[in-house]
């Protein structure tokens, strides 16, 4: 039995983030960013009044640190994603205005920083977006994020997961918690229930 977390990304309406609330995710992620499963500010605003208990994890991209405080504060949010390979000094202010944890993206091929003044409070390794990818890919990122979590950071595990493949992502990283949004879905931004409940069981049981 595993204790491994799970996020829930892309959520975009009232009743599928109330859904996977109750059956057992522990972070529901709102895209701000570019996306077909972006949500708009009221929207997000409506989303946290439905699940006022719920972790809410805001993933920006191509935002500055007043757009992100402010969202931030309108949506209630408790953990940034920062998905636009934001720079130091830029995530650093984002800290500092929130005061929320941020979760940097990062890739297979990402080189990270070792000794940085900043530490990022999460990474969440993730495949490239807009290109087609092939188990050799995937296994790259599940190495690199491996390392990572042997290096003792706080690992999100993104990149393809499904029902299907998340125990075995969860064997070779043992990361702190995983993230699917696409695996779970019946359309773009539309959760399936059964897939997000089929999930949730494969993790616990990993």
């Not at 204790?3 to 990304?9: E, G, N």
Request: proline content about 5%; some cysteine.
């Amino acid at each position: 039995m595993t204790d491994v977390k799970v996020k829930i990304c892309g959520v975009t309406t009232e009743a599928d983030a109330r859904a996977c609330a109750e059956a057992g995710a522990d972070f529901i992620g709102l895209i701000f960013a570019a996306s077909d499963r972006r949500v708009a500010r009221d929207r997000a605003v409506a989303i946290r009044q439905a699940v006022p208990d719920a972790k809410l994890v805001g993933v920006f991209a191509g935002h500055d640190a007043v757009q992100i405080a402010e969202i931030s504060r309108l949506a209630g949010l408790d953990l940034l994603q920062l998905h636009g390979g934001e720079p130091l000094p830029l995530r650093t202010t984002v800290k500092e205005r929130t005061g929320l944890p941020v979760a940097r993206v990062v890739h297979a091929e990402t080189i990270l920083e070792p000794g940085s003044p900043f530490a990022d409070d999460s990474l969440l390794y993730d495949l490239p977006k807009g290109r087609p990818h092939t188990d050799n890919d995937l296994q790259a990122l599940w190495q690199a994020a491996r390392l990572g979590a042997e290096a003792h950071q706080q690992v999100f595990l993104a990149g393809g997961l499904n029902p299907d493949n998340v125990a075995a992502a969860i064997a070779a990283v043992r990361p702190f918690a995983v993230d699917v949004s696409r695996g779970v879905e019946s359309a773009p931004g539309v959760k399936d229930l059964e897939l997000v409940r089929r999930f949730l069981a494969e993790v616990r049981g990993a």
